[in-house]
């Protein structure tokens, strides 16, 4: 048939527009054609633009000093740093809210997922009216309403709620007290570091034995129990390195302690029970997903309600959730660029907001925060992706 | 053997009813409250967790409230409760934001001729398709002229006037609209067998996917005057329009692909077999049954694009949330932050969820598999 009509299209030289090869080739052409001009219009218009407003282009900025104040730093900033180290300081901020962000989300997300298929019924209307009402106002509102209306609403620095002095929440932030490190501090880490390989260590071994015959192993209570074990007898035995220096109220506001700023109370809030609510639905989907005759089974075989949810249930759910929840996770992180609407500092806020104004590079500014947000959604797809491999259904 | 006589006569002990505690308020209460020690803490929580919240939260709201006056002065008496006094003296910036007072006929006449349009689709009215045909040619003309005026004897409000509800509308009906047919041409180019095609198609959904919509809002605002011939100039209106249209027409282009992925490739081959082209087999066959999958994932977009116009703020629109905001600010109404961001989620809330009913209703109706 292919023969035929290579034979028809030959013997119909006039007629080549009706060739769909042909066609589809000049199409294309045309296309790139097109999108070559434009952007070459655009170019031109942009450069004549910025010789004519006198604003220089390349990224030479990043060296030069930035000359304000960001309120949250992770790695020591000053007004004499440059615009580069401006730009780290608020990747990493941006990093941390949406970390503490995806963590809490998670969380709270299955809770209120699993509470709604309960069958108790007045925890499962209370996870209904959550997740319906959550997911139907805004983000950037919910925002809004607990930095503005709970937050700033809260009392000053000398009236401020205090829990057993060393906990203090008032206007100014959540202040708490900080370990400061003296001589032999690193035998805590080193010892954290170590119970950790161990607790890896047990489980993997205590899973081999299971499968090998069958025989329990308390895995988890133990690892958790050598983690949190091996600091403290470290700290013990090396006599205690660490104090904690308490926040103390001096004239007008607090000093010492470590204090997590409002911005960041309100976005974390804001964000994490927003996303949960998706979250919520995700869950709830992907275990509804799981067959009824798998949780009938798991009763038969005797394994109690928690068991069979952890053991039949959620790891055939976490299949059905694992590409959605990629969704929300990537979501949550391009939604952690609204903290910029209360000046919590992060890429948006510093990078396109103060970075942008003291410069007026637009073009390099923008093109830069969008790179970053683009790395992190392929690399954020490219882990989930990994691990729903891992996790995939091995059919054989 | 035996006699006829003493036949054994059956007679069944009637039934005795269940056991008090399975029926009634007291088995329903055992059955889904108090079955097992763990599900009973849970019920007592909750119910603590509720007579904690909503008592309060009632008096806040209603019974300490105060609802009269015309200033602050008003709210004095009850510091308790809620000051609606102001969203009162407010409401009309709420809806209109500084739309001339005498003109603000025309919003309301554009917002209850398209409800009324919309509403009538979604029920089974007789001329629907002429409604609908309606809603997506002329309704969006005579929409822009009676809302910016300055012709046919209608004085010229300036979109720099538009706020509040109107322009939180304005923004996402024109973005949902204008981004549909965008959108349709992205997937049907991200399906095609031209690789050049595919290519440009695929980068631009992917890189409007993966950045925030506050940064291509922020491109919009900053960089389009750049792009622009110097002279030539937007106004901020349009510059979110521009923002919103392309951001939502990446994600609408997913939301078709999903669509013509599902359209069995039966379709496809059938169509060719009839000789049916390019244009006509898609347009003929395959999108009607693809868009008709995915109504429902269209709503749902409308409804995130609804919550996301929040954030035109950064072009200098003032929408409902902006009005709200910056209302709060003034002098007169300071530390009424509560009312407002109250009103404002209430008000958005009955938009997305009237919206999200209204995406299940048709996702039933149009649930034409044999599916149980």
């Known amino acids: ?396 | 053997m035996s006699t006829d006589t003493d036949a054994y006569v059956f007679t069944p002990t009637p039934p005795q009813p269940p056991p008090a505690n399975t029926v009634g308020v007291v088995g329903w209460l055992r059955g889904n409250l108090f079955n097992g020690w763990f599900n009973s803490l849970l019920t007592i929580a909750a119910i603590y967790l509720l007579y904690l919240t909503i008592p309060p939260l009632i008096n806040w709201a209603f019974l300490s409230a105060t609802f009269s006056g015309t200033d602050r002065t008003a709210c004095e008496a009850s510091p308790d409760g809620a000051c609606w006094t102001f969203i009162k003296v407010r409401f009309n910036q709420i809806l209109f934001g500084f739309y001339p007072d005498g003109e603000q006929w025309r919003p309301i006449v554009t917002f209850v001729v398209g409800l009324g349009a919309l509403v009538s689709t979604v029920f089974r009215t007789p001329a629907r398709r002429w409604t609908v045909l309606f809603l997506l040619t002329l309704y969006p003309v005579a929409a822009f002229f009676l809302l910016a005026g300055g012709y046919f004897g209608l004085t010229e409000v300036e979109t720099a006037k538009w706020g509040g509800l109107t322009v939180t509308l304005v923004v996402s009906v024109t973005g949902i609209v204008a981004s549909f047919p965008i959108g349709i041409v992205l997937a049907l180019g991200r399906r095609s067998n031209m690789p050049i095609v595919r290519s440009a198609c695929v980068v631009f959904i992917e890189l409007v996917r993966g950045v925030p919509l506050i940064s291509v809002l922020f491109m919009a605002s900053v960089m389009l005057p750049l792009f622009l011939p110097e002279g030539m100039n937007f106004n901020k209106l349009l510059r979110a329009l521009v923002g919103v249209t392309l951001f939502t027409a990446a994600y609408m282009a997913e939301v078709v692909r999903g669509g013509l992925q599902a359209v069995p490739k039966g379709q496809y081959e059938g169509a060719a077999a009839l000789g049916l082209g390019y244009w006509r087999m898609m347009i003929l066959i395959i999108l009607p049954q693809a868009l008709k999958l995915v109504i429902p994932s269209i709503v749902n977009s409308f409804i995130s694009l609804f919550k996301d116009t929040t954030l035109v703020y950064i072009v200098g629109l003032f929408d409902v949330l902006e009005i709200i905001r910056v209302s709060t600010k003034d002098a007169n109404w300071i530390g009424l932050e509560k009312e407002g961001y109250v009103f404002a989620a209430l008000m958005f809330w009955v938009f997305c969820f009237a919206m999200s009913r209204v995406s299940l209703r048709i996702e039933k109706r149009l649930d034409t598999s044999h599916r149980k």
């Open chain 1, 1 to 396: 048939m292919a023969k035929d009509g290579a034979a028809a299209g030959e013997a119909r030289k006039s007629s080549l527009i009706h060739d769909p090869a042909f066609r589809s080739i000049a199409f294309q052409i045309v296309l790139l054609a097109l999108v070559l001009f434009v952007g070459w219009y655009l170019f031109q218009n942009t450069t004549q633009n910025l010789a004519s407003r006198n604003i220089a282009s390349g990224f030479g900025f990043l060296d030069q000093p930035a000359g304000f104040d960001i309120i949250q730093t992770l790695i020591p900033f000053s007004q004499s740093a440059t615009y580069g180290e401006a730009f780290i300081v608020a990747l990493l901020n941006t990093v941390l809210i949406s970390a503490f962000g995806i963590v809490f989300a998670t969380i709270i997300g299955f809770i209120v997922g699993i509470a709604r298929l309960s069958n108790n019924w007045i925890v499962a209307r209370l996870a209904t009216v959550y997740v319906e009402t959550l997911r139907n106002i805004p983000l950037l509102l919910q925002i809004f309403f607990w930095y503005f209306a709970v937050l700033r609403a809260l009392p000053g620095p000398r009236d401020s709620h205090n829990a057993f002095d060393a906990f203090f929440l008032n206007q100014r932030g959540l202040y708490f007290p900080a370990p400061v490190m003296e001589d032999g501090f690193w035998t805590i880490p080193v010892a954290f570091l170590i119970g950790v390989a161990i607790a890896f260590g047990v489980s993997r071994w205590a899973r081999k034995r299971l499968m090998e015959t069958g025989r329990q192993f308390h895995s988890f209570w133990v690892g958790l129990g050598v983690i949190v074990a091996l600091p403290v007898l470290a700290a013990l035995v090396t006599g205690v390195p660490f104090t904690w220096e308490l926040p103390e109220l001096k004239g007008f506001n607090f000093k010492g302690g470590v204090v997590v700023i409002p911005e960041f109370m309100a976005v974390l809030f804001a964000l994490s029970l927003y996303t949960a609510s998706f979250i919520a639905e995700v869950v709830r989907s992907g275990i509804l997903a799981v067959s009824k005759g798998q949780t009938e089974a798991a009763h038969a075989l005797g394994l109690r309600h928690g068991l069979t949810l952890r053991l039949v249930v959620i790891p055939q759910a976490l299949r059905v959730m694992i590409p959605p929840m990629t969704s929300q996770y990537l979501n949550l992180l391009k939604n952690s660029s609204l903290g910029a609407a209360v000046g919590y500092p992060e890429l948006v806020a510093v990078v396109a907001g103060t970075v942008l104004n003291q410069t007026g590079q637009a073009i390099e500014v923008i093109a830069l925060t969008m790179a970053v947000y683009l790395t992190f959604s392929l690399l954020i797809s490219l882990f989930m992706n990994w691990y729903n491999a891992r996790k995939a259904l091995v059919e054989r």
